[in-house]
């Protein structure tokens, strides 16, 4: 799948230009479920922003949007160690979109940031594991751990790894 690089232009408010570590990811949901709301009605949205407010990438049914270089820092949280160590990814729950197919989409680009970043299992959270806050909700009340094992399929959707083996490697997040 093709990542459509759009950033948000250099000096803006809510693009720092500090270093982002990526030793993690961090997942979310827009919250919009307006008609519309897909990847590219972000990505214009976030250019817009005159607020500490970013992320790294919007992910839908049929699209994927960088805003802003991975090794940049965003401003996804109000946790100033997640803003700076981990890439922020937002998955559209717009209504008129296909949201298995959202989930789909944002685990491919997941398993290819934790690739090319060498980023391990235990370092995916949710925006939830920093801040407590209710996000991303649907995949919350889906059960985050469901979501978590798509981290572990081939882009075929083919399982590499069972859910004895993460708990082997110490990998907490799985439960059943």
């Given at each position: ?6 950033f ?73 160690h997640?803003?700076e ?22 685990a ?69």
């Amino acid at each position: 799948m093709e990542i459509i690089q759009d950033f948000i232009k250099t000096g803006r408010i809510n693009r720092p230009g500090a270093r982002n570590s990526c030793t993690g990811i961090t997942v979310h949901e827009t919250a919009n479920k307006n008609k519309g709301a897909d990847a590219l009605a972000h990505a214009k949205y976030i250019k817009t922003l005159n607020e500490r407010t970013s992320w790294h990438y919007t992910v839908d049914d049929k699209s994927i949007y960088q805003h802003l270089p991975d090794e940049e820092k965003s401003y996804h949280t109000s946790n100033a160690h997640a803003n700076e160590s981990s890439i922020a990814i937002e998955l559209c729950v717009n209504s008129d979109g296909d949201f298995e197919k959202t989930k789909e989409n944002a685990a491919y680009l997941i398993r290819t940031l934790m690739k090319k970043h060498n980023i391990s299992p235990e370092n995916i959270y949710t925006h939830h594991d920093w801040t407590g806050k209710n996000c991303p909700a649907t995949i919350l009340s889906e059960g985050a751990d469901k979501f978590l094992l798509r981290f572990y399929e081939s882009d075929e959707g083919e399982k590499t790894i069972s859910i004895s083996e993460l708990r082997k490697m110490g990998y907490t997040k799985i439960a059943i």
